[in-house]
Structure formats: C-alpha cells, structure tokens
C-alpha cells in the first residue's frame, strides 16, 4: 500500500544537525512533489519544505530558509531533510507528505507517521 | 503570502449535531486550491477535503466543503464519536507557499 515512512529524529543540542529520511513505497515516487510539515509541540501545523518531482525546484518557510535543505534520491525512493543550526523553536514532530503529480497542485493525501526532533542542552 | 485565519478557535457539540467550521484567506485562494485535513492527538493529519468541495478517497459523505475565493467551510452534518478532533485549512495553490490554518477544535460538549 501507499506508505511514508520518516526516520532519524532525536535529540540535539542548540547549533547541531540532523538528517531526517523518508522512505516512499507504493506509489511512483519519482513522480510526485514532496514536502516537509512540522509541528511543535501542542502548536498547529506548519509546512517547511517543498521538492519538485525531479529535484529541479525547492521552496523553503522563511523561518528554515538558508539552514534546512530539502533533496530526494528518486532511485532510493526516498526523501531527505538536512537541518543545520538547529534552534529550540525548530523542536517538532516532523511530517513528510506526499505532494502533486509531476508540476500539479495538489493536496498531502499521504503523510508519514512523523519523527520527533528535539532541540535541547 | 496568503494568510488562513480559522474560527471558532474551538466548538464544543454533541454527537449528532452540525458542525461548521469558518476557513478565511487573506487573499484569494487560486482556483479554490482549498484542502481541509483532520488530525486526532497522537496521529498524522488526515486529508478529508480537496480543491474546496472535493471529498478524499475514503471520507463519509457527512463530511462536506464549501466555498470559494477568501472564504471557506467545512460541515460535518452530523458528528460521531470518532469526529472528534482539530481540523485544519490549507491552500496549496500559490507556490512557495502551502500554508495552514491555526486549526479549529471540535471537542465533546
């Protein structure tokens, strides 16, 4: 079945890195748009991070841009988020989603269970 | 960027009522590029609603989405337990942004 697997949260101090995977099957992956929700904890839902099909466009939230950065390895299968200068207010549970085929706009129809990020001394 | 505001911030009903909940947008959503997900504590978001009026694969006819242009509902004709939960806004159809709303809370009254 169609499936989001995310993977490589943890805890990190102020300033560190972390990479975040997320694995697709099910569907055609090299097809599709991706992106990268996160929410804080208690707080509502905030996307971060959008990759076209083919890797050619990325788009960023204002408050990752110039320290995340988003990449895929469509012979993988898989979706990646590196997050550098990590900060407090970047502690989320973090969602990869499934976005629109090749360049159509599209609702997240599929999402990931999501992996928690914590950042904290 | 376009802008969600979501009201009321939270509704309190009974199983069996309506229910209906307010999206507004700063600016016009493009070709009602509107999408409304559910969310229960401990789970991902689940889409519910599509391109304004669009039902997901899956969800109950008792869900249902309106509107267009800056301002959009989604209705739950009548809710069961399960429906129970914070729903979300979103507009996706003005790259870069996909923007959320803060949510609206339906709980047990």
């Known amino acids: 079945q169609v499936q989001l697997v995310e993977s490589g949260g943890g805890v990190v101090q102020p300033g560190g890195s972390l990479r975040l995977s997320c694995a697709a099957s099910?569907?055609?992956?090299?097809?599709?748009?991706m992106h990268w929700v996160r929410q804080a904890p208690g707080k509502g839902l905030e996307w971060v991070a959008f990759?076209?099909?083919?890797?050619?466009?990325?788009y960023y939230a204002d408050s990752v841009k110039g320290r995340f950065t988003i990449s895929r390895d469509n012979s993988k299968n898989t979706l990646y988020l590196q997050m550098n200068s990590l900060r407090a207010e970047d502690t989320a549970v973090y969602y990869c989603?499934?976005?629109?085929?090749?360049?159509?706009?599209?609702?997240?129809?599929?999402w990931g269970q999501g992996t928690m990020v914590t950042v904290s001394s | 960027e376009i802008v969600l505001t979501q009201s009321p911030g939270t509704l309190s009903l009974s199983p069996g009522e309506r229910a209906t909940l307010s999206c507004r947008a700063s600016?016009?959503?493009?070709?009602?590029?509107l999408a409304w997900y559910q969310q229960k504590p401990g789970q991902a978001p689940r889409l519910l609603i599509y391109?304004?009026?669009s039902r997901a694969t899956g969800i109950p006819d008792r869900f249902s989405g309106s509107g267009s242009g800056t301002d959009f509902t989604l209705t739950i004709s009548r809710l069961e337990p399960e429906d129970f939960a914070v729903y979300y806004c979103?507009?996706?159809?003005?790259?870069?942004?996909?923007?959320f709303g803060p949510g609206t809370k339906v709980d047990i009254k």
């Open positions: 989603a499934k976005g629109g085929l090749m360049d159509v706009e599209e609702a997240f129809d599929i």
């Open positions: 099910g569907f055609t992956f090299s097809s599709y748009g």
């Open positions: 990759i076209r099909y083919d890797g050619s466009n990325k």
């Open positions: 600016q016009s959503v493009s070709s009602s590029y």
């Open positions: 391109g304004a009026s």
């Open positions: 979103q507009q996706y159809g003005s790259s870069p942004g996909f923007t």
